[in-house]
Every structure is written in structure tokens, then in C-alpha cells.
């Protein structure tokens, strides 16, 4: 009935605010660990593609593309294509390669059946840079196979677009338009080689990175809302029900009896050394 009494404020209203507050706090830690949690998951996904997929033997675009889509499982898969460069090329801005600031050179491939590529062709750092110009006539290219990117709504300014969105870059080149591929093709390689190279794109990163981590922290951040209330609790019962203050046990004093009898020892002890410098003396 004590430990009752002791903590009957926490039905008061301002410790159910507290306790609604913890359990916020703790719903919030979880969906945050939850959220980095399948970040994590995404980001092992997409790098077990790439390290099955990255250093494969080229095969032509026809053998993994069917009606112009792209497969997850296919990115980053070698390709080899031809055909002829069409239209004007674009700029891609504000696409840091390698931490560099770079703009990414777009362009419009046409196969022989009509089918239109964007080519990813390379890159050029900086921001201010005009492409430099692509091979003319027939040309082989070696790349590998990427998704589209989503549509960006912004109004690019003329030469540049935002995202490479194969149905806005290919309209953006002024090419006719034809079948399109649902994705695009990031150049390694081009024959004949275009009288100024771009800059090739490295190697895509396959570090897990730290979205692990974070989730487990997230997690663990859930045990301090019960924590936190519990010893707040504890503080405020002992504020209001101090325990008492014990008194120290008084020492027994010796009785008078005793204090004699150790008086007249010494006396006596006293005496005996006294007698016996006397005799010495002699």
C-alpha cells in the first residue's frame, strides 16, 4: 500500500504528458532505425549488382533489352552497340564524379533499327564547359547498360537538362523522335574515338556505407524513453517520500565499575616499578 501511495502522482496529468512524450520519443526511434534499416537494405542490393554485374563479358543490347526495357538485374551490365550519333549533345550539370565537380555529356545514339540510345558519353569538370564534338558517321560503342532516371518538372536552360529522363534528353537533342530505349548506356569506349576524349567514370562505390549503424543506434535510443521515465519516477517519489534518517547507535559508555578497577591497577603497576628502582638503586 506504501509503494501505491508513494507513486500515485504519475496518474496526475502532467506525468501522463511525460509518458505520452517517452512513448513518442521511442515510436519516432524506431521508425528511424526502421528507415536507415532499409536504406541499408536497398544499398547492399544495388552493390550485389554491381559486383555481379560490373566486370561481366560484353554482350549486345539486343540480348538483355526486350521492347526497349531495362531490367534491374541488368544494370550495369557491358553492352556493345553502333550507330550514329543524331542531334546536339547536353549537358548534365552539377554531377560530382569521384568528389569532383563535373557536368555529364548526353547524346543520342541511332541504331540501325531506328531505336534511340542516350549515351552517358563521359564527363568534364566544372560547370562552364561546352562538349566537345562526338565522332561523326558510324560508331561502336562499349558502355554499360543504366535505368532511366526520373523526370525532372524544372525547365532546364537550353543545352542542359536535369535528369537523364531518355524521353526529355532525346526531345532536348533535337532528334527525330523514334523508339526509345527505357534506360541508357553509359559509355567506356567509343570507335572511332572523338577528337577530344571525356573524362571516363570511374568505378561505382560498393561500400556499405553507415545506414547499419545508424538503424542500431536509432534502436538503442528506443531504451532510453522507459530509462528516462523511470528514474525521473524514482526522483520525484523520493522528493516527495524522503526515507527517514537513522540516528547512530550510541557507543556503550564503560560503567563506573570497571573505570575502578582499571584505576587501581595502574596504581598498583605504579608501585611495583617504584620499588623495584629503589632496589636497584642499592
Keep these: ?142 558502355g554499360r547498360l543504366r535505368l532511366a532516371e526520373g523526370p525532372d518538372e524544372r525547365e532546364a536552360p537550353a543545352g542542359q537538362v536535369y535528369a537523364v529522363h531518355p524521353p526529355d534528353v532525346i526531345a532536348a537533342t533535337g532528334a527525330e523522335e523514334g523508339e526509345a530505349l527505357a534506360g541508357y548506356v553509359m559509355a567506356h569506349a567509343e570507335s572511332p574515338q572523338a577528337g577530344v576524349a571525356l573524362e571516363p567514370f570511374p568505378r561505382p562505390e560498393t561500400t556499405p556505407g553507415s545506414h547499419l549503424s545508424y538503424a542500431v543506434q536509432w534502436w538503442l535510443f528506443v531504451l532510453g524513453g522507459p530509462i528516462g521515465f523511470v528514474l525521473l519516477a524514482r526522483r520525484e517519489a523520493n522528493d516527495h517520500h524522503p526515507r527517514p534518517v537513522s540516528s547512530p547507535t550510541p557507543r556503550p559508555r564503560p560503567s563506573r565499575r570497571g573505570q575502578d578497577a582499571d584505576e587501581e591497577d595502574a596504581a598498583i603497576d605504579a608501585q611495583l616499578a617504584a620499588q623495584a628502582r629503589l632496589t636497584s638503586s642499592r
Aim: with cysteine.
Design 1 to 142: 500500500m506504501a509503494a501505491v501511495t508513494k507513486y500515485r502522482f504519475l496518474l496526475s496529468g502532467r506525468w501522463a504528458a511525460i509518458l505520452l512524450l517517452a512513448i513518442a520519443v521511442m515510436v519516432t526511434c524506431v521508425f528511424l532505425g526502421s528507415w536507415q534499416w532499409s536504406r541499408h537494405e536497398d544499398r547492399a542490393a544495388r552493390n550485389a549488382i554491381i559486383e555481379g554485374n560490373y566486370d561481366a563479358s560484353p554482350v549486345a543490347l539486343d540480348e538483355l533489352v526486350s521492347h526497349g526495357r531495362v531490367d534491374t538485374a541488368d544494370e550495369w551490365r557491358p553492352v556493345e552497340l553502333e550507330g550514329r550519333y543524331v542531334g546536339e549533345q547536353l549537358t548534365l550539370r552539377n554531377r560530382p564524379v569521384a568528389g569532383t565537380n563535373a557536368s555529364r555529356v548526353l547524346a543520342t545514339l541511332e541504331l540501325g533499327d531506328g531505336t534511340q540510345v542516350v549515351v552517358d558519353r563521359g564527363w568534364l569538370p566544372g560547370t562552364d564547359q561546352a562538349p566537345p564534338a562526338y565522332p561523326a558517321g558510324d560508331v561502336a560503342v562499349l
